[in-house]
Structure formats: C-alpha cells, structure tokens
C-alpha cells in the first residue's frame, strides 16, 4: 500500500472526516459514562424480564426440589446436575474431583466431565456457592408447604440463595443481564449513535423470542457462551476500526488479551462456540483477500484464535475442537500464507492472493480428510448433507425430525417483519451501500467500505444462512440483526440524503420506533401475560420409586432426554445421555434404541447386556408412536434406516410394544404407570441352551 493510500485509509475514521460527513465525535467522558450507564440499566431490565418469565412459565417458586429438576429437561439437567454434585459436597475440592472421575454419566467409563461437557459455568457457579455460603453472604432460605391438591401429597419448597438451584439461577440471569448491555454497546459503536444502540436493545424486547430461550431453557450451554461469543464479536468490531489508530502498546495488549479470554470462556462454556469462530475466520479471510481488511490486521486476529484454540486443545480431552474444521482452516491458513509471501517475489500481488486462496482451502480439505481424521463431527457434515439432499441416517433422522432442527419457518421471518426489524435492516443495507458507492467517486476501491460495517454485515450473513438451515439457530442471526438495524440512523449515511440535523435524526428514530412498538409491544405483552405451571406426576413417581426401590449402583438405559433427569434426580448410573457431540455416545444411543427396533427381544436383551444395563425405562409415547409425529419420524421408523426396511418388509412386529407389555420372559416388569414401564433385566433367567448332537443307532 503506498503512502497516499495509507493516509487516505486513516482518514475515513478519522476526526475531520467525521465532521465533514456530519459526524461529530462523541467521546467525552461524559457521553461515555451516559453509554455505559444506559448499557447497564439495559442489561438489567433483561435479567429481570427473563427471570420474570421463567417464573410465570412454570410457577417455580412454588414447586419442590424435585420438580424444579425435572423441570430442567433433557441436557439441562444433564448440565445441572454437575452444579448440584458441586454445591451439594462438602466442599469445592471434592465435588469437582467427582467431576473429575465422573463415572456415573456414561457408565462404565470413567471420564473427566469438566472438559467433556464444557462445565465452565457449573464449576464456576459451584465454587461461588460454596464461598457464599463459607462466608454468610447467601440470604437464608424460607421454606413453605404447598398443597397440590387432587389427591396428591403436599411439598416443601424453598425459595432464597442458600438454596442451590436458585444461586445458579442468579448466575444465568447475570450472564442475561451481560447480552442485554453487549447489544446497546455494540449497535451504539457500530452506529456512532446512542439512537441505533436504542433501535438494537427495542428491536431485541420486541422480538426476544426469535432472539433468546433462556428464559426457557437457563443451564444450556448458549445461556452462559453466547454472552461471551457476542462480547468477541463486539470487540472484534472494534479491533477492526481501530487498530491503526491504537499508538499506546498496553492498550493493543489489553485489547488482545480481552478478545483471548472472551474466547477462552466461550471455549470452556459450549463445544459449539467453535463453529461460530469458523464462521468468524471465514469472514475475515474474505475481508483479507478482497482488500477491505489489511494482511497485518488478519494476521493478528487469526494469532488470537491459534493461541485461543491450541491452549483448549492442550488442556482438554474433548477432541472436537482439535480435529474440527475451524482448527483444519487456522492451521491450513496459517501455513498457507506463509508460503505465499515466499513467492511474493516471483508472482504479482493479485496472482498471490488467488495462489492463497485456492492453496488454504485444499490444504484445509486435505488435512481435515487424511490428516486431522475424526468422527466426532461426522454428524454435522452428514446433517448439511441431509439438508442439500436426499441423504439421511438414524442420526440426522434424530436431529431433523426434531423442530429446532428444520429449516426456518415462514413465522420467524413474518414476526420479524410485522415489528419492522427485517425492513428496518434492509433499509439500513441499503443506505450503506448508497454511501460506499458515492464515497467509491472520491477514494475508489477499497478505500470506500468501512471495514468495521463489512465485518459485521458479513458475520451476520453468516448467521442468517446457519439459521436458515437450522431453526435453532435463529438465536444468532436475530440478535445480530437487532444491531445491524442501528446503522439506519447513523449521521454519516443519513447526511448523504440532507438529514443533518439533530431534529430530522430524532424525529426518524421515533418513526422507526413507533412502527416496531406497533405490533412488537403487543408481542411483549403476550409474552409477558403467559402464565404456566410445571407438573409432570408421572415422571415424579417413576423417580421416587427408583430411589427408593433399586440400588444406588443399579445402572439405567433408556430415552437420551430421561436420562439426564434421571440422573439428576436419583444419581443413578446410566449408559447414554443427551450428549451427541461424540461417536461413541452415538453408538451407545444407537444400541440403546434397539428397543425400539423390530429385532428379537433376546438381541435387544443381549446388547443392553454387553452395555451393563441393569433397568430399562420405556417411554410410552416413544414405543407406540403417540403423539404430533411427523411422518416417518417414529423411532421405530428410525430404527429401519438401519437394515434399510429388511425386517419391516419380512413383517417383523416393534419389540418396544411387546416389553411394555410385559409379553417376555427376560424383561420383568418391575414398574409402571401411565407413561413409563421399567423392566429390569434377568440375568439370572437368560441361559443359552445348545442344541443337542442327534446320535443315529443302526439296528
């Protein structure tokens, strides 16, 4: 880059150029602190309003200790349930060394649960407890008998901090309270406006369901990553802008180390937060490689994640982020563009550029097929594969059958669009082009795209197209366009178009505002009037019978999501758990559903013999199909893809209706009620007779 270039890429975010575009800068002391006091207020009326939510959900104040953990479905209470091992031991050190040598979540194994899981969160939230609770800084717990009524025995339910449950409540909603604040600081720098960081945090309460489900769902992994996640990206964003313009070198290594440990808690707290980063590397190679970003400043961000990334693969045993993608491309990229800029003296910088790009992503498929081989992600490959064609197994079956796992619905983008968030944004896209394309006249190309807003819109295009294959994923694109939405307002781009002034700026924002509240206050107010209460007797009893009829060592397999609560609820061993990030759970949930197959009950028997299986926990609604199933998405009909229908087309029955029943000799049926039977295994009955040699006498 020449020096006349270099002094006009300085000058685009510079103080003159801001003036002259109709930007003043706005960073005294005193519109910072006013940020900063709007972000925190911000971020608590968001904690407040999802614990307020959960609390009408489910009516948890008045539910017992039980219910409240069975209240936490499937790997929600897989993930609580560690927390509860910790604030329930004696003290820290030991709860986390059972942790450490947990033997009870894949039983037999004996894994280190802390990095597996990405327990983060729960040990951290464990050790607190205990340290409150060392110190007296708990509030006491108060306690109170609630009559349930029909027929059912009254329970004790306690409400206070020295209550475990409710202390890790406290810290999901503080993590709550963190994502409200990081989306007004990051639409309100992205804009240059205290008005787009207001546009961001309305659009984000208007549309909180299409945003968030923490409010539902507190222990999962997104409820304590995405903060952070989102932290990085922030950042990250402000890293782009100003990065030449950062003289003071404690301020770049302060900058480099808040960017680290955000990845890093990212890193601990979800196995997932890797592909966000892969997504994030993607982006800002391409910003590399079309110019808009310098080599210098790729370079530095793409240290950051090797440094980030190598220290979780040092210290961890999970190997899904050692033989990820993300990984593969780092590791790739960085060789890569070492080699190039060996040639730099033989090719021209354009036949560089394409020499690296075509030399990373070859040697990134290369080393992730021959190289860095694993089969802990298959999963995710064979999943997109689903979505793009007619390819499907008994994992993506598994994954795609469920909601969350389609692709995105028509009611998300029509939400979007009645409380003008989607409009909103589109206008905002379009303004920036028009003010890249007039600037384009003046600096020419690249000069005229502001790196920071190419970042962001990128990233966000990114989410848009994960949630489109994945409906789940709707957690990311949303928030993010809550923030991009801020840029409709921002000075420089609305100067292009004559609005200069502070009275047509504030009279558009409260356009924009009032067109959200329109239909947005309204879905707040439902959202706000929905008023629930969590039961689930069946379930109760099934608990409170294994807890006090089985051993405390008698092992259970049975449905992935029944599984976590039952360990939760009676600390007994099981076989699977939700857990689907690793093969070998994969396998076992495979084996385990056999039940639900249409082999011989003495090959099912068999197979959760080899597995240890003690009980089994048939699920009524499972076995026979009930419920709003979709077509070809009952577990039996799962269970085909395996011999590709050869026992369906020879008219072999299901043998999960046939041990419900109790119709075989090697299931006893030692409970049940109106949703689940637990049958337990007969070892003792099962011999396996040899067919006798037939001796022929010759008379």
Known sequence: MTSKEEKIKNAILSKDKKIENGEKRTDTIYYRLAVTLL?????????????????????????????REMSFRTEMGMYYSYYKIIAEANNISSGIEKLLSDNISEYPNVIDATMKYSLLP?????????????????????????????ELPPVLSCEGMEVPIYFYLEIVWFHATFTGSIIFLYATYLSGSVYGGLLAIFSFFYNHNECTRIQWTPPLRESFAYPALLYQMYRITEFIRGHRHIKSKTHKFY??????????????????????????????????????????????????????????????????LSQSLYWCLL?????????????????????ITWIEIFSTIIATVLTKIFIIKSEDDNHIFQLLMSKLTKYKDFHTMLYTCAPEFDFLQYETFKTITVTFLLPTVIIAGLITLYYWYRNFKKENYPNCIEPEIAYSALQCGAFILMAVFIMRLKLFMTPHLCIISGLVIGKRYLAKFGLKSETSRAALVALILALMTFNGMQRLQEERNHVGEYMNIEQEELFEWIKLKTPKNAVFAGKMSLMANLMLSTGRPIVNNPYYENKEMRDRTMKVYEMFSRKEPVAVYETLRKLHVDYVVLDENLCFGFGNVKPGCRMVDLMDLLDNGKNKKSGKPPVCPILYRGYNHLFRKVFSNQNYVVLSLEYSKYVEIKPKKTITYQL
């Open 39 to 67: 972000a925190i207020g911000f971020g608590f009326l968001h904690g407040w309003h999802v614990s307020t939510l959960f609390e009408n959900d489910r009516h948890f104040s008045h539910l017992s200790d039980i219910e």
């Open 122 to 150: 729960e040990v951290t939230a464990g050790s607190l407890y205990h340290i409150g609770k060392d110190f007296g800084l708990l509030t006491k717990k108060q306690c109170w008998q609630i009559e349930r009524g029909d």
């Open 255 to 320: 900058t480099y180390v808040d960017i680290f440990l955000a990845m890093m808690y990212s890193f601990y707290s979800w196995q997932f937060s890797q592909f966000v980063f892969l997504t994030q590397i993607i982006v800002i190679l391409f910003l590399k490689w079309i110019k808009i970003i310098p080599r210098d400043l790729s370079r530095k961000i793409c240290l950051i994640h090797g440094l980030s990334a190598l220290t979780i693969i040092m210290d961890s045993e999970n190997t899904l």
């Open 331 to 351: 590791f790739s990229h960085i060789y890569c563009e070492f080699i190039s800029e060996k040639l730099q003296r033989f090719f021209s910088l354009k036949s």
